[in-house]
């Protein structure tokens, strides 16, 4: 189709959104404004570059497939996620792991890294606008093996563990000041066990102690933010969890910390759509790592499915955006990397315009007039709005491919990249 058909096709959609009083460029302007967090993880199934043979182990997470071409050390993971960002609309953040360190071929201890150790990440995240998240890395180590680390019985473990969260918090804190943004630190570990334990208070007893010692020092919040992400179970986890949401949730209320709400980390039929207006009433801001279980927290790529648009619809209806970090949290190693980080995160932005540009005012008018009947009527009538014109004009706008066009250039960076690493 020429151009000047597909700015025609828009225009037709702005014409009908606005005959309902959505102002599709206000939303256009507004969407532009939210960054997401996309997460390295997914380029290297999160297997970290700290030995050339690091893999995801002993965190109670699961990376599945053996897609060729997976990057194998932190330039090729930049080249990928710049490949990946040239089809994402908008400008974004990076959300890196500890375990991405770049310490120039000799090892360094996770309680001993420094913001040193992530200058070139940090460089290019600067170059491209971007500001950076960052996580401690609480599994794949040997200091992990019993499966527990903040919360361990064994008080060197733990010191270890107190350690690398305080070398972080530092490490977020050079990034934010670095890139003039907030980098939001996380802290997920990984702690439970398989089998019914008999003492769940002792666990959580240090878990607490513990994190009031990572979170000891006093850092800018201009610069720095801490969360907490929680979870239900894990594989070898399956019966005990030391960072429960009830934990992780009092925690943050108490402290004034980010909770983080992963979409993967509850039961089955518990949504976490449902949860974000009950905890604004009581926490500031929260994370969230969007993420898709099927059946179980198997971080599948995120598609443009009911709970990604619930999840949406909230943060727009609530005008939470501001208090909200978008974070993603998928790794698929069954299928080509890079187009698993596109389609995931233009599905997250999708759903986030799609919720801009709700008639959102027909939706509450109904419900105040406590007429079930026209909300009902209204939200399935809205679903086929010609939101795909908005959204395509928005690529356009921030020149990326609109549709699957994005694919053939995947495909073409799979021939002359990807299919070359070993
Ligand atoms: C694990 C948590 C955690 C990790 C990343 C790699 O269940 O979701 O956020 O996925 O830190
Ligand atoms: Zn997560």
Redesign the pocket.
């Given at each position: 189709m020429a151009s000047n058909q597909k700015s025609g096709v828009y225009a037709v959609a702005r014409e009908q959104y606005g005959c309902l009083g959505i102002d599709t460029e206000a939303a256009l302007e507004r969407l532009a404004a939210v960054p997401v967090s996309l997460?390295c993880?997914q380029g290297d199934d999160?297997g970290g570059f700290e030995s050339p043979d690091a893999q995801l182990s002993g965190?109670?997470?699961q990376a599945t497939g053996n897609y060729p071409g997976k990057a194998r050390n932190a330039d090729e993971l930049r080249a990928d996620l710049e490949q990946a960002l040239a089809l994402i609309p908008g400008t974004h953040r990076l959300n890196l792991?500890a375990m991405y360190a770049e310490t120039g071929g000799s090892p360094v201890e996770r309680n001993q890294l420094e913001p040193d150790h992530f200058s070139r990440w940090i460089d290019w995240a600067r170059d491209r606008g971007m500001g950076m998240d960052f996580?401690g890395t609480y599994f794949s180590h040997p200091m992990a093996d019993s499966g527990y680390t903040l919360s361990s019985a064994d008080s060197d473990v733990r010191r270890f563990w107190i350690e690398h969260g305080q070398v972080c918090r530092r490490i977020g804190a050079a990034m934010g000041l670095a890139l003039g943004t907030p980098c939001v630190t996380?802290v997920?570990i990984?702690d439970g066990s398989k089998d019914t334990p008999v003492d769940r208070k002792g666990p959580r007893l240090r878990l607490l102690e513990a994190l009031d010692q990572v979170f000891a020092e006093p850092l800018d919040p201009a610069v720095h933010l801490d969360a907490v992400?929680s979870?239900l179970f894990?594989l070898g986890s399956e019966s005990y969890v030391v960072g429960s949401h009830e934990f992780y949730l009092g925690y943050a209320m108490r402290t004034g910390k980010l909770l983080c709400l992963?979409a993967?980390?509850f039961h089955p039929t518990e949504v976490i759509s449902d949860k974000i207006s009950s905890v604004f009433c009581f926490v500031d801001r929260i994370l969230l790592?969007v993420?898709r279980g099927v059946r179980w927290?198997s971080?599948h790529v995120v598609t443009l499915n009911d709970e990604l648009q619930a999840i949406a619809q909230e943060l727009v209806r609530g005008d939470y955006l501001d208090r909200t970090h978008i974070g993603l949290?998928f790794f698929d190693a069954s299928i080509n990397r890079i187009a698993a980080w596109v389609i995931g995160t233009r599905n997250m932005i999708k759903a986030l315009l799609m919720a801009m540009v709700e008639p959102v005012g027909r939706l509450r008018q109904a419900e105040a007039a406590a007429d079930g009947t026209a909300r009902l009527a209204w939200m399935e009538e809205a679903k086929t709005l010609p939101f795909g014109a908005v959204w395509d004009e928005y690529c356009r706008r921030q020149d990326v491919p609109e549709g699957p066009a994005w694919l053939d250039t995947v495909r073409q960076y799979e021939k002359d990249a990807l299919s070359r690493r070993s």
């Open positions: 997460h993880w999160v965190g109670g997470i792991h996580n996380n997920w990984p992400e979870k894990g992963d993967g980390h790592h993420s927290d971080d949290d």
